[in-house]
């Protein structure tokens, strides 16, 4: 069999920002920025604070801002530290009585198990055990070797274990089946925008920033010149160049799900990290990258995902069910968009 991964990678953002018109020169506005990995990716934060805010005061707030995704990280969403609120729930599965989370989690939880329901399971995240036994993302990150197909009946046998309609959850109380685990990777990153902005919100210091967490973007206030936001969407063909921008004012979140970033080889076919949660297989809806566009970055993370399983058709509907747009590119490099969303979307020449 052969297998070709990718080399040990910081992973490259799926959506960059460019912030190429937003020269200051003029105004009293300062640009603050800084860089972190965590969440498994690149957090990229480009603020900007008033004139009368020290430098120092600026940074601060950007270091709350990190401060902010490592503690989401570490204290709530990670699968993998103990810390995490979610790997208590996972602990706990099947054991008697219910955990409790904490009250702005739940309501996340509530509104991503929607999200479920509606998209027909097409975003699950009790699908922790199928994921991890794929573990494309460990292999495409170059932190484990030797890629082995899983087998079909490990497959068959981690599915049993899933499942999103047998989690119960009781305003801020859930309880998960023996056996079942929750992954939040789908969902985190759009959750850790959606929690930046209303940090942000505290903070009149900040008149503009645009923030990125992996493939999720916040963009909120405006820029000194008062230009749009410009937001790259990645070609998935060659994810070193642009299918074209998002041209954005004021607050906005926009996330991007696609096959070209987390993935391994094996004789030409493409295994990537979305798992159609049917099957248990990588998602094969002819589609390579989603990227959704609206007002609350927890449903644009998690739609993004459903999009992505569900394809192009039924992806649009579900994008208008909640109001929100979307830019599909599929396999062959066609663009299908929702209304509302060529007003944001300007081709790259
Ligand atoms: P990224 O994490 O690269 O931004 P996504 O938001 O699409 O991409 O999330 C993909 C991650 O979500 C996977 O790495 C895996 O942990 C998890 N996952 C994969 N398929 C599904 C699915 N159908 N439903 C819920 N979670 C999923
Ligand atoms: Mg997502």
């Given at each position: 069999?052969?297998?070709?991964?990718?080399?040990?990678?910081?992973?490259?953002?799926?959506?960059?920002?460019?912030?190429?018109?937003?020269?200051?020169?003029?105004?009293?506005?300062?640009?603050?920025?800084?860089?972190?990995?965590?969440?498994?990716?690149?957090?990229?934060?480009?603020?900007?604070?008033?004139?009368?805010?020290?430098?120092?005061?600026?940074?601060?707030?950007?270091?709350?801002?990190?401060?902010?995704?490592?503690?989401?990280?570490?204290?709530?969403?990670?699968?993998?530290?103990?810390?995490?609120?979610?790997?208590?729930?996972?602990?706990?599965?099947?054991?008697?009585?219910?955990?409790?989370?904490?009250?702005?989690?739940?309501?996340?939880?509530?509104?991503?198990?929607?999200?479920?329901?509606?998209?027909?399971?097409?975003?699950?995240?009790?699908?922790?055990?199928?994921?991890?036994?794929?573990?494309?993302?460990?292999?495409?990150?170059?932190?484990?070797?030797?890629?082995?197909?899983?087998?079909?009946?490990?497959?068959?046998?981690?599915?049993?274990?899933?499942?999103?309609?047998?989690?119960?959850?009781?305003?801020?109380?859930?309880?998960?089946?023996?056996?079942?685990?929750?992954?939040?990777?789908?969902?985190?990153?759009?959750?850790?925008?959606?929690?930046?902005?209303?940090?942000?919100?505290?903070?009149?210091?900040?008149?503009?920033?645009?923030?990125?967490?992996?493939?999720?973007?916040?963009?909120?206030?405006?820029?000194?010149?008062?230009?749009?936001?410009?937001?790259?969407?990645?070609?998935p063909d060659q994810p070193g160049s642009y299918a074209g921008y998002l041209n954005?004012?004021?607050?906005?979140?926009?996330?991007?799900?696609?096959?070209?970033?987390?993935?391994?080889?094996?004789?030409?076919?493409?295994?990537?990290?979305?798992?159609?949660?049917?099957?248990?297989?990588?998602?094969?809806?002819?589609?390579?990258?989603?990227?959704?566009?609206?007002?609350?970055?927890?449903?644009?993370?998690?739609?993004?995902?459903?999009?992505?399983?569900?394809?192009?058709?039924?992806?649009?509907?579900l994008v208008q069910e909640y109001e929100m747009m979307a830019l599909f590119i599929?396999?062959?490099?066609?663009?299908?968009?929702?209304?509302?969303?060529?007003?944001?979307?300007?081709?790259?020449?």
């Amino acid at each position: 069999m052969k297998s070709f991964q990718r080399k040990k990678y910081l992973p490259a953002l799926i959506v960059c920002v460019c912030l190429l018109s937003g020269c200051t020169k003029g105004t009293s506005a300062k640009p603050i920025s800084r860089t972190d990995t965590a969440m498994g990716t690149i957090i990229q934060q480009n603020l900007y604070v008033t004139g009368q805010t020290s430098q120092e005061d600026g940074q601060s707030i950007a270091a709350d801002v990190s401060a902010l995704i490592g503690h989401l990280e570490s204290d709530i969403l990670s699968w993998r530290l103990e810390t995490s609120q979610i790997c208590r729930v996972n602990e706990n599965a099947g054991k008697p009585g219910k955990t409790e989370i904490p009250e702005e989690f739940a309501q996340e939880m509530k509104l991503i198990f929607e999200v479920s329901e509606a998209s027909g399971g097409a975003l699950d995240v009790t699908i922790a055990d199928v994921v991890r036994l794929w573990d494309i993302d460990e292999y495409a990150a170059g932190e484990k070797a030797d890629f082995q197909l899983p087998q079909q009946e490990a497959i068959k046998k981690a599915l049993e274990d899933t499942g999103f309609e047998r989690v119960t959850l009781e305003g801020n109380l859930i309880s998960l089946p023996v056996g079942m685990k929750l992954d939040l990777g789908a969902v985190g990153k759009g959750l850790a925008c959606g929690r930046i902005e209303k940090l942000l919100k505290e903070r009149p210091e900040v008149t503009g920033a645009v923030i990125s967490v992996g493939g999720s973007v916040l963009t909120y206030g405006e820029k000194p010149d008062k230009t749009p936001w410009k937001v790259g969407i990645l070609n998935p063909d060659q994810p070193g160049s642009y299918a074209g921008y998002l041209n954005l004012s004021g607050q906005w979140f926009i996330s991007t799900s696609g096959d070209y970033e987390r993935y391994v080889e094996v004789d030409g076919k493409r295994y990537h990290h979305i798992i159609d949660p049917s099957t248990g297989y990588p998602a094969d809806s002819g589609v390579s990258s989603v990227t959704i566009l609206g007002n609350d970055g927890l449903l644009t993370d998690a739609l993004s995902t459903a999009c992505f399983v569900l394809g192009v058709e039924d992806g649009l509907k579900l994008v208008q069910e909640y109001e929100m747009m979307a830019l599909f590119i599929d396999q062959e490099g066609n663009l299908f968009m929702t209304d509302g969303m060529e007003k944001y979307f300007q081709e790259a020449e």
